[in-house]
């Protein structure tokens, strides 16, 4: 196959029937590009091979609660290079929610056995592969799209390990925000307006100007706690499915920050595709405008009086607040 003395500096691809690697011996499978690299070491000629990564050889499961920025940050995923973020194409990109029916039908989730599930899991994935041959394939999972006996089990954390699928666990910390936004949507719905998103700035400037800020009370605050309770659970889930499933935790609020976005992304990117920090990340902004302001003070009626209230001073949202102002 090789009929020429290659020298230090020169990279070329070669398509080969069957090529056995310099270095270790080891054969690559019939037709698999191979990357045929020269490197000048102690001035001796060296030779390496090695295969090109091949598209669907990792998974993930972009895991999380609505209201949440996770269509966002799927898009954001899906912009770089190596890793896709849902299936099929949608009106405003790749339908990135593949399980949603399980949102609809948790009453009959004691029902459901795990060949059922795991069907589903499987179709999503190749749903996912065939429409975007990427090294790195996903979508999002709710957590209520999860009946909670594969989580007692084990089966799932198994079928995790066993598919090579890596769990990023995005949480929207300020949940106050989430509450503010899930009452937004339902004010666009009845004034007859783009309820979740939009890929028109225009649009998506009028709509943050016409915004009306949230009214909290005392029941709000006490809906805020049991949502960072039930994200609090599902970290303690995940985590416990940590020696056997790779897993990367991060914040909505940390990806909303321009000036360290193109690192957390980077930072992403490497982990989904095994390949380390990914640096060339340049301008990661996703495909989506938004609809509301960033801020609790922008989004919250007396804000100052919320965040000095006592149940709220010492709270995982607080925290999350004062990040975004």
């Known amino acids: 196959y090789f009929g020429a003395v290659f020298f230090a500096g020169m990279l070329f691809e ?31 000629e060296v030779i390496v091979l090695t295969k090109t990564r091949e598209p669907c050889q990792k998974k993930f499961l972009l895991l999380t609660t609505q209201r ?49 599930y795991q069907r589903d899991l499987d179709k999503a994935f ?15 999972l709710m957590y209520d799209q999860i009946p909670p006996q594969f989580l007692e089990d084990g089966k799932l954390k198994h079928y995790l390990k ?14 106050i925000l989430v509450l503010a936004s899930k009452a937004d949507v339902g004010k666009r719905t009845a004034n007859h307006q783009t309820k979740h998103h939009t890929t028109n ?4 400037k009028e709509l943050r100007e ?26 303690a889930i995940v985590h416990r499915m940590a020696p056997l499933v790779r897993y990367y935790y991060v914040s ?16 992403l990117v490497g982990f989904l595709t095994h390949t380390g920090h990914d640096s060339s990340i340049h301008g990661a902004q996703g495909n989506l405008m938004q609809l509301s302001n960033s801020s609790c003070s922008d989004r919250l009626i007396n ?8 149940n709220i001073q010492n709270s995982r949202s607080a925290d999350a607040c004062d990040l975004l102002e």
């Open 68 to 116: 949440s920025g996770s269509t966002w940050t799927c898009s954001l995923l899906h912009q770089q290079k190596g890793v896709s973020c849902g299936g099929r194409q949608g009106v405003l990109g790749p339908i990135s929610e593949l399980l949603i029916h399980y949102s609809y039908k948790k009453k009959a989730f004691p029902k459901v056995t795990w060949q059922e």
């Open 14 to 44: 070669y398509n080969s029937s069957l090529i056995r690697s310099v270095v270790d011996g080891s054969e690559f499978e019939r037709n698999e590009p191979v990357r045929v690299t020269a490197k000048d070491t102690n001035k001796k």
């Open 126 to 140: 190749a749903e996912a592969c065939h429409e975007h041959r990427e090294t790195s394939i996903g979508f999002k």
């Open 210 to 235: 016409q915004g009306i800020k949230f009214q909290w009370n005392n029941g709000t605050i006490h809906d805020m706690l049991k949502l960072e309770d039930i994200s609090i659970k599902w970290q």
């Open 201 to 204: 700035a225009t649009k998506a």
């Open 303 to 310: 804000y100052e009086k919320f965040r000095a209230h006592v």
């Open 252 to 267: 909505y609020e940390s990806l909303l920050a321009a000036e360290e976005r193109d690192f957390l992304v980077g930072q």
């Open 162 to 175: 066993e598919n090579n699928v890596s769990l990023i666990h995005l949480v929207r910390e300020a949940k």
